[in-house]
Protein backbone atom coordinates (compact mmCIF):
# COMPACT_ATOMS: atom_id res chain seq x y z
CA UNK A 1 0.00 0.00 0.00
CA UNK A 2 1.32 3.26 -0.98
CA UNK A 3 2.33 5.59 1.70
CA UNK A 4 0.23 8.73 2.86
CA UNK A 5 1.15 11.68 3.79
CA UNK A 6 1.34 13.28 7.04
CA UNK A 7 -0.88 16.25 8.14
CA UNK A 8 1.98 18.18 8.58
CA UNK A 9 3.54 17.59 5.26
CA UNK A 10 0.65 18.61 3.65
CA UNK A 11 0.58 21.26 4.98
CA UNK A 12 3.77 22.83 4.50
CA UNK A 13 3.27 21.67 0.97
CA UNK A 14 0.57 23.94 0.88
CA UNK A 15 2.09 26.53 3.03
CA UNK A 16 5.30 26.13 0.44
CA UNK A 17 3.30 25.78 -2.92
CA UNK A 18 1.21 29.06 -2.30
CA UNK A 19 4.61 31.08 -0.99
CA UNK A 20 5.87 30.39 -4.62
CA UNK A 21 3.08 31.17 -6.68
CA UNK A 22 2.94 34.89 -4.53
CA UNK A 23 6.61 35.41 -4.84
CA UNK A 24 6.38 34.45 -9.02
CA UNK A 25 2.94 35.38 -9.82
CA UNK A 26 2.43 38.98 -7.71
CA UNK A 27 6.04 39.63 -8.06
CA UNK A 28 5.97 39.34 -11.65
CA UNK A 29 3.36 42.06 -11.81
CA UNK A 30 5.32 44.45 -9.20
CA UNK A 31 8.50 43.54 -11.10
CA UNK A 32 7.07 45.05 -14.16
CA UNK A 33 5.45 48.24 -11.81
CA UNK A 34 9.10 48.52 -11.18
CA UNK A 35 10.67 48.44 -14.81
CA UNK A 36 7.79 50.58 -16.35
CA UNK A 37 8.33 53.34 -13.60
CA UNK A 38 12.30 53.18 -14.75
CA UNK A 39 11.79 53.18 -18.37
CA UNK A 40 8.36 55.83 -18.07
CA UNK A 41 6.69 52.83 -20.49
CA UNK A 42 3.02 52.77 -20.22
CA UNK A 43 1.77 49.12 -19.52
CA UNK A 44 0.45 47.67 -22.40
CA UNK A 45 -0.92 43.96 -23.44
CA UNK A 46 2.70 42.56 -23.49
CA UNK A 47 2.81 43.54 -19.50
CA UNK A 48 -0.36 41.73 -19.19
CA UNK A 49 0.98 38.46 -21.04
CA UNK A 50 4.01 38.37 -19.17
CA UNK A 51 2.42 38.40 -16.04
CA UNK A 52 -0.09 35.88 -16.86
CA UNK A 53 2.33 33.80 -18.72
CA UNK A 54 4.63 33.86 -14.99
CA UNK A 55 1.64 32.74 -13.53
CA UNK A 56 1.01 30.01 -16.15
CA UNK A 57 4.66 28.56 -15.32
CA UNK A 58 4.70 28.95 -11.81
CA UNK A 59 1.33 27.16 -11.05
CA UNK A 60 2.23 24.00 -13.54
CA UNK A 61 5.52 23.73 -11.35
CA UNK A 62 4.23 24.37 -7.69
CA UNK A 63 1.22 21.42 -9.09
CA UNK A 64 3.22 18.79 -10.25
CA UNK A 65 5.55 19.55 -7.42
CA UNK A 66 3.63 19.07 -4.72
CA UNK A 67 0.54 17.62 -5.95
CA UNK A 68 0.93 14.26 -4.92
CA UNK A 69 1.52 15.31 -1.30
CA UNK A 70 -1.20 17.74 -0.27
CA UNK A 71 -3.30 17.64 -3.80
CA UNK A 72 -1.60 21.42 -4.70
CA UNK A 73 -4.76 23.29 -3.94
CA UNK A 74 -2.63 26.44 -3.35
CA UNK A 75 -5.81 28.45 -3.14
CA UNK A 76 -8.78 28.47 -0.36
CA UNK A 77 -11.32 29.15 -2.97
CA UNK A 78 -10.17 25.81 -3.98
CA UNK A 79 -10.24 24.31 -0.85
CA UNK A 80 -13.36 25.30 0.19
CA UNK A 81 -14.71 24.44 -3.03
CA UNK A 82 -13.47 20.64 -2.86
CA UNK A 83 -15.09 20.57 0.83
CA UNK A 84 -18.46 22.03 -0.02
CA UNK A 85 -18.50 19.19 -3.15
CA UNK A 86 -17.42 16.44 -0.71
CA UNK A 87 -13.97 15.79 -2.45
CA UNK A 88 -12.12 16.93 0.98
CA UNK A 89 -12.41 16.26 4.71
CA UNK A 90 -14.26 19.70 6.48
CA UNK A 91 -11.55 18.87 8.86
CA UNK A 92 -8.75 19.25 6.72
CA UNK A 93 -10.32 22.88 5.38
CA UNK A 94 -9.00 25.16 8.58
CA UNK A 95 -5.47 23.75 8.18
CA UNK A 96 -4.69 24.19 4.53
CA UNK A 97 -6.58 28.17 4.77
CA UNK A 98 -4.07 28.97 7.09
CA UNK A 99 -1.14 27.58 5.61
CA UNK A 100 -2.02 29.03 2.41
CA UNK A 101 -2.20 31.77 3.97
CA UNK A 102 0.83 31.84 6.00
CA UNK A 103 2.60 31.00 2.63
CA UNK A 104 0.93 33.98 0.99
CA UNK A 105 1.95 36.30 3.20
CA UNK A 106 5.81 34.69 3.03
CA UNK A 107 5.78 34.91 -0.11
CA UNK A 108 4.69 38.73 -0.42
CA UNK A 109 7.26 39.49 1.97
CA UNK A 110 10.00 37.21 -0.57
CA UNK A 111 8.48 40.43 -2.99
CA UNK A 112 9.67 43.43 -0.96
CA UNK A 113 12.78 41.98 -0.04
CA UNK A 114 13.89 41.41 -3.80
CA UNK A 115 12.80 44.44 -5.40
CA UNK A 116 13.39 46.37 -2.14
CA UNK A 117 10.80 48.14 0.29
CA UNK A 118 10.71 51.54 -1.80
CA UNK A 119 10.13 50.33 -5.38
CA UNK A 120 7.98 47.35 -4.14
CA UNK A 121 5.77 50.41 -2.83
CA UNK A 122 5.68 52.22 -5.33
CA UNK A 123 5.25 49.47 -7.78
CA UNK A 124 1.90 48.14 -5.57
CA UNK A 125 3.56 45.24 -4.21
CA UNK A 126 1.57 42.85 -6.40
CA UNK A 127 -1.85 44.02 -4.78
CA UNK A 128 -4.79 43.89 -6.83
CA UNK A 129 -7.55 46.50 -6.99
CA UNK A 130 -10.21 48.13 -8.96
CA UNK A 131 -10.73 51.67 -10.02
CA UNK A 132 -13.27 52.48 -7.36
CA UNK A 133 -14.03 55.82 -9.80
CA UNK A 134 -15.31 53.40 -12.56
CA UNK A 135 -15.95 50.32 -10.96
CA UNK A 136 -18.49 49.22 -8.03
CA UNK A 137 -18.37 47.30 -5.24
CA UNK A 138 -20.97 44.90 -6.37
CA UNK A 139 -19.77 44.50 -9.76
CA UNK A 140 -15.85 44.51 -8.60
CA UNK A 141 -17.41 40.88 -6.64
CA UNK A 142 -19.13 39.86 -9.64
CA UNK A 143 -15.83 39.87 -11.59
CA UNK A 144 -14.10 37.97 -8.98
CA UNK A 145 -16.18 35.58 -8.72
CA UNK A 146 -16.53 35.15 -12.59
CA UNK A 147 -13.23 34.27 -13.06
CA UNK A 148 -12.57 32.07 -9.92
CA UNK A 149 -15.62 30.19 -11.20
CA UNK A 150 -14.49 29.56 -14.16
CA UNK A 151 -10.79 28.62 -12.83
CA UNK A 152 -12.26 25.79 -10.11
CA UNK A 153 -14.78 24.59 -12.57
CA UNK A 154 -11.70 23.84 -14.87
CA UNK A 155 -10.17 22.31 -11.94
CA UNK A 156 -12.85 20.01 -11.20
CA UNK A 157 -12.95 19.18 -14.46
CA UNK A 158 -9.09 18.21 -14.44
CA UNK A 159 -8.96 16.07 -11.46
CA UNK A 160 -12.09 14.09 -13.09
CA UNK A 161 -10.90 10.18 -12.91
CA UNK A 162 -12.53 10.44 -16.74
CA UNK A 163 -10.42 13.35 -17.34
CA UNK A 164 -7.11 12.93 -19.74
CA UNK A 165 -4.24 11.81 -17.14
CA UNK A 166 -1.30 13.88 -16.64
CA UNK A 167 -2.33 17.35 -18.39
CA UNK A 168 -4.10 18.52 -15.02
CA UNK A 169 -1.01 21.12 -13.81
CA UNK A 170 -1.11 22.63 -18.05
CA UNK A 171 -4.52 22.97 -17.93
CA UNK A 172 -4.69 24.90 -14.67
CA UNK A 173 -2.11 27.12 -15.65
CA UNK A 174 -3.80 27.60 -18.87
CA UNK A 175 -6.95 28.26 -17.72
CA UNK A 176 -5.13 31.23 -15.06
CA UNK A 177 -3.58 32.99 -18.47
CA UNK A 178 -6.82 33.24 -20.08
CA UNK A 179 -8.36 34.59 -16.82
CA UNK A 180 -5.63 37.31 -16.41
CA UNK A 181 -6.54 38.32 -19.88
CA UNK A 182 -9.60 39.70 -19.81
CA UNK A 183 -9.90 39.89 -15.49
CA UNK A 184 -6.89 41.61 -15.06
CA UNK A 185 -7.53 45.29 -16.83
CA UNK A 186 -10.55 44.94 -14.51
CA UNK A 187 -9.51 43.68 -11.29
CA UNK A 188 -6.29 42.35 -11.31
CA UNK A 189 -7.76 39.00 -11.53
CA UNK A 190 -6.65 37.72 -8.16
CA UNK A 191 -9.04 34.68 -7.96
CA UNK A 192 -7.12 33.23 -4.97
CA UNK A 193 -8.23 34.69 -1.59
CA UNK A 194 -4.38 33.85 -0.03
CA UNK A 195 -2.26 35.57 -2.88
CA UNK A 196 -4.79 38.60 -2.75
CA UNK A 197 -4.52 38.98 1.10
CA UNK A 198 -0.72 38.08 1.32
CA UNK A 199 -0.21 41.03 -0.96
CA UNK A 200 -2.65 43.17 0.85
CA UNK A 201 -0.96 42.73 4.21
CA UNK A 202 2.35 43.13 3.07
CA UNK A 203 1.78 46.25 1.45
CA UNK A 204 -0.04 47.71 3.85
CA UNK A 205 2.91 46.49 6.26
CA UNK A 206 5.40 48.60 4.57
CA UNK A 207 3.55 51.43 4.08
CA UNK A 208 1.75 51.01 1.36
CA UNK A 209 -2.30 53.03 1.12
CA UNK A 210 -4.52 49.92 1.28
CA UNK A 211 -8.06 50.04 -0.42
CA UNK A 212 -9.68 48.18 2.63
CA UNK A 213 -13.33 48.29 1.60
CA UNK A 214 -12.63 45.95 -1.18
CA UNK A 215 -11.03 43.31 0.68
CA UNK A 216 -15.06 42.35 1.25
CA UNK A 217 -15.52 42.31 -2.43
CA UNK A 218 -12.39 40.22 -3.32
CA UNK A 219 -13.27 37.62 -0.75
CA UNK A 220 -16.68 36.98 -1.12
CA UNK A 221 -16.38 36.79 -4.76
CA UNK A 222 -13.60 34.53 -4.85
CA UNK A 223 -14.73 31.85 -2.31
CA UNK A 224 -18.59 32.30 -3.69
CA UNK A 225 -17.56 32.04 -7.15
CA UNK A 226 -15.35 29.29 -6.28
CA UNK A 227 -17.96 27.06 -4.54
CA UNK A 228 -20.66 27.98 -7.56
CA UNK A 229 -17.69 26.68 -10.33
CA UNK A 230 -17.27 23.34 -8.20
CA UNK A 231 -20.85 22.97 -7.40
CA UNK A 232 -21.71 23.72 -11.74
CA UNK A 233 -19.23 20.68 -12.30
CA UNK A 234 -20.36 18.33 -9.89
CA UNK A 235 -23.77 18.76 -11.69
CA UNK A 236 -23.25 18.69 -14.94
CA UNK A 237 -20.89 15.84 -14.66
CA UNK A 238 -23.05 13.15 -12.45
CA UNK A 239 -23.79 10.18 -14.55
CA UNK A 240 -26.66 7.72 -13.39
CA UNK A 241 -24.95 4.18 -11.99
CA UNK A 242 -26.41 2.17 -15.02
CA UNK A 243 -25.18 4.67 -17.98
CA UNK A 244 -23.29 2.59 -20.71
CA UNK A 245 -20.10 4.56 -21.46
CA UNK A 246 -18.09 4.41 -24.36
CA UNK A 247 -14.97 5.15 -25.84
CA UNK A 248 -14.59 7.40 -28.69
CA UNK A 249 -14.10 3.70 -30.33
CA UNK A 250 -18.14 3.28 -30.46
CA UNK A 251 -17.15 -0.73 -30.57
CA UNK A 252 -15.60 -0.30 -26.94
CA UNK A 253 -17.96 0.07 -24.55
CA UNK A 254 -17.30 0.05 -20.63
CA UNK A 255 -18.00 -2.50 -18.48
CA UNK A 256 -21.16 -2.49 -15.96
CA UNK A 257 -18.37 -2.14 -13.13
CA UNK A 258 -16.66 0.72 -14.59
CA UNK A 259 -19.72 2.59 -15.11
CA UNK A 260 -21.24 2.03 -11.58
CA UNK A 261 -17.68 3.54 -10.44
CA UNK A 262 -18.28 6.70 -12.88
CA UNK A 263 -21.69 6.80 -11.47
CA UNK A 264 -20.58 7.09 -7.87
CA UNK A 265 -17.88 9.34 -7.71
Known amino acids: MAAVPTTPQKLLAELVGTACLVYVGAGSAAATGVIAAGTKAPFSLADLGMISFAFMLVIVGVVYAIGHISGGHIN ?3 TLSLA ?11 GYMLAQLVGAI ?10 G ?13 YNPA ?5 RGLLIEAIGTAVLVFVIFGVIDHR ?3 GWAPMA ?17 AAINPARYLGAVFMFGAFGGHVMWGQVPAYLIGELGGGVLGGLAYVAMSKVRADAAFTSLAPSEP ?4 ESVREGTS
Open 76 to 78: PAV
Open 254 to 257: ATAT
Open 84 to 94: VSGKFPWREVP
Open 172 to 188: IGAIVVAIIIIVGPATG
Open 106 to 115: AGAAGIFLTL
Open 134 to 138: TMGFG
Open 117 to 129: KTAAVAAGGGVTS
Open 163 to 165: AVP
